[in-house]
């Protein structure tokens, strides 16, 4: 099936670092949304962007939905182990309610 | 948002068998949707799960291996058939609505 070009594939970074990592798409979304998954759990919802140059911060994620409506960056600030996980973009393109997931960003964070 | 229980929330089976999994949401909601994360992947659109009709299908998946039901606005189950250990997989049911997209926490499957 089709997904999202996510960039790093995965970080080892010290606590206290910034992360940053993006999702790119040859299409069009009209919505894209970062999600954090732990191991044996479902995605987790961290930052939902509904409009294009949209900036939206939640604690110390901040997410950004990009100008062309192609892709997207999520921030994380003063990482803390606690970070540690995947985190997965997905983008809705208009006409439809189904999201396409990118490829995730594997996250480590080193005490 | 919605609160989604799967169950089981794992199991390991025997291949040729077949494994429903069932979606349970505490609220109506109109989309619903199956998605398989296969060991160390990203998440892969199966099928909208659509009430009272039958569900449509990605591309790459298909009825005969995938039947999925959609009795009422609260309920979904999806069956993976004649296994093979290729579906050792995490099955997730997910809800869309205004905010975004939602999920439970998963059916673990293992096919030995």
């Known amino acids: 099936g089709q997904q999202l070009n996510q960039s790093p594939q995965s970080m080892f970074i010290q606590e206290g670092e910034d992360v940053s990592m993006n999702c790119t798409s040859s299409?069009?979304?009209?919505?894209w949304l970062w999600y954090k998954q732990e191991p044996g759990e479902g995605p987790v919802l961290l930052i939902a962007l509904y409009k294009a140059g949209e900036l939206t911060s939640n604690g110390r994620l901040t997410a950004q939905f990009g100008i062309t409506r192609k892709d997207s960056f999520l921030n994380i600030s003063a990482s803390i182990p606690s970070d540690v996980g995947i985190y997965f973009c997905a983008g809705q393109q208009r006409g439809t309610y189904k999201y396409i997931f990118g490829t995730g960003t594997r996250l480590k964070v080193l005490a | 948002s919605a609160v989604i229980s799967q169950k089981p929330s794992r199991d390991i089976c025997q291949r040729g068998t077949s494994l429903t999994i069932q979606c349970q949401v505490d609220s109506q909601v109109t989309m619903m949707f199956w998605y398989r994360q296969q060991p160390g992947q990203s998440l892969t659109l199966i099928a909208t799960?659509?009430?009272?009709?039958?569900?449509?299908?990605e591309s790459g998946f298909v009825i005969d291996k995938f039947p999925i039901s959609r009795p009422n606005l609260t309920f979904s189950t999806l069956t993976v058939s004649n296994m093979s250990p290729e579906d050792s997989s995490i099955y997730l049911c997910?809800?869309?609505?205004?905010?975004?997209?939602?999920f439970g926490q998963g059916t673990r499957l293992t096919v030995v």
């Open positions: 299409s069009i979304f009209n919505t």
């Open positions: 997910s809800v869309v609505d205004l905010g975004g997209a939602f």
């Open positions: 799960a659509n009430q009272g009709s039958e569900a449509t299908y």
